[in-house]
């Protein structure tokens, strides 16, 4: 067996004598009187590209919707959203570039250096009718905004033209449920007059969180990308069917209640067109009492627990209607649970005050 001594030797200049643990722990020793800095990002270099005649310089990876916005160009969108990754499905915001055969989405397409740009052409403007006219023939665009549903795409439609009417009136809504059932690939030949096709269909009122108004729907994608990988992973809807018979659905269509989802609310957050919505501002909305200008809009922070997510409350007759996060939120994104989107009636219903009116 190999024998092991183990030889003690004393301490050289080289090795000098370790500081006991309580000295240590009794002085410790001097904290840096400054903050360290955070470690330097170098910035992206610039790409110089020319927008409508216009030359223009932006950091490398930045949109020609962001190069747009940064000479005020206004640039219609509609699936498009600041805190998800574009999809490239609603194609109102292309525009045209010199040596390319089609017309580009703005939203997703990066600068490049040289770049030749047209954002109001005839080509740009006759496209961009031609897709608000087959929208407004089949969706109601009344509520539909760029990101929030706000009107103004209606404006948008009144500046390029659009007229929805000339593809005729529109067919009958469907019966409530009817679209759910429509199998991919199952087509029937139209009965009757001709008349313009229509996801018109009533509202589906399932619980008391908020309501899905699928008439409203223009297939931006937006609600599913938030309920999926990009924000909240419950992935309790997607799109069931296909061509015109696509629709935004639950797992077999089933109520929501039933289904997957958690009702933190980030669809509504994200959807541009009224389609989902509030219950309480659909609620009025149908009473006629909804009125934004009157609004008066608080930023605050979720009471909840110690995340710290950011809230917007809109409140209109000492009430609070809805409960929003804004998208450059450094902690939500612009997302938030159901507690911070939907737990607010505890305030609405404050001892000694009087419930609204029926």
């Given at each position: 067996?190999?024998?092991?001594?183990?030889?003690?030797?004393?301490?050289?200049?080289?090795?000098?004598?370790?500081?006991?643990?309580?000295?240590?722990?009794?002085?410790?020793?001097?904290?840096?009187?400054?903050?360290?800095?955070?470690?330097?990002?170098?910035?992206?270099?610039?790409?110089?590209?020319?927008?409508?005649?216009?030359?223009?310089?932006?950091?490398?990876?930045?949109?020609?919707?962001?190069?747009?916005?940064?000479?005020?160009?206004?640039?219609?969108?509609?699936?498009?959203?600041?805190?998800?990754?574009?999809?490239?499905?609603?194609?109102?915001?292309?525009?045209?570039v010199t040596g390319s055969r089609v017309l580009v989405p703005a939203c997703s397409r990066k600068v490049e250096p040289g770049m030749e740009v047209q954002t109001d052409s005839e080509r740009v403007r006759h496209s961009r009718r031609m897709v608000l006219e087959f929208l407004g023939s089949s969706v109601?665009?009344?509520?539909?905004?760029?990101?929030?549903?706000?009107?103004?795409?209606?404006?948008?439609?009144?500046?390029?033209?659009?007229?929805?009417?000339?593809?005729?009136?529109?067919?009958?809504?469907?019966?409530?449920?009817?679209?759910?059932?429509?199998?991919?690939?199952?087509?029937?030949?139209?009965?009757?007059?001709?008349?313009?096709?229509?996801?018109?269909?009533?509202?589906?009122?399932?619980?008391?969180?908020?309501?899905?108004?699928?008439?409203?729907c223009i297939l931006c994608y937006k609600c599913v990308d938030a309920c999926g990988e990009q924000a909240q992973n419950t992935f309790a809807i997607a799109v069931a069917g296909r061509g015109f018979d696509a629709r935004i659905s639950t797992e077999q269509a089933v109520p929501l209640p039933e289904s997957a989802c958690v009702y933190c609310g980030n669809c509504i957050g994200v959807c541009p067109t009224g389609a989902l919505m509030f219950k309480s501002e659909y609620d009025m909305r149908e009473a006629g009492t909804w009125d934004e200008s009157a609004q008066v809009r608080t930023d605050t922070i979720c009471p909840y627990c110690g995340v710290g997510c950011a809230l917007t409350l809109h409140a209109q007759d000492d009430r609070i209607v809805k409960v929003t996060s804004p998208s450059d939120s450094s902690v939500t994104d612009g997302h938030l649970c159901i507690k911070g989107r939907f737990g607010f009636e505890f305030v609405n219903n404050r001892p000694g005050r009087q419930p609204p009116e029926s």
């Open positions: 067996m190999t024998e092991f001594r183990f030889e003690r030797r004393p301490l050289t200049s080289a090795q000098p004598a370790a500081q006991p643990v309580s000295d240590i722990i009794l002085n410790p020793p001097a904290r840096a009187s400054r903050t360290p800095a955070a470690p330097a990002i170098e910035a992206p270099p610039e790409v110089g590209l020319t927008i409508d005649g216009v030359p223009v310089s932006v950091p490398a990876g930045t949109t020609i919707l962001g190069a747009c916005r940064s000479l005020d160009i206004d640039t219609p969108t509609m699936c498009y959203a600041d805190n998800l990754q574009p999809v490239n499905v609603c194609r109102v915001c292309v525009v045209e109601d665009l009344s509520l539909a905004g760029p990101i929030t549903p706000d009107g103004s795409i209606a404006a948008y439609a009144e500046r390029y033209g659009a007229d929805a009417t000339r593809y005729g009136p529109s067919a009958p809504p469907a019966p409530a449920g009817e679209r759910d059932t429509h199998l991919a690939g199952h087509h029937h030949a139209a009965a009757g007059e001709a008349a313009a096709a229509t996801v018109a269909q009533p509202t589906k009122v399932d619980n008391e969180l908020y309501v899905r108004d699928y008439s409203k």
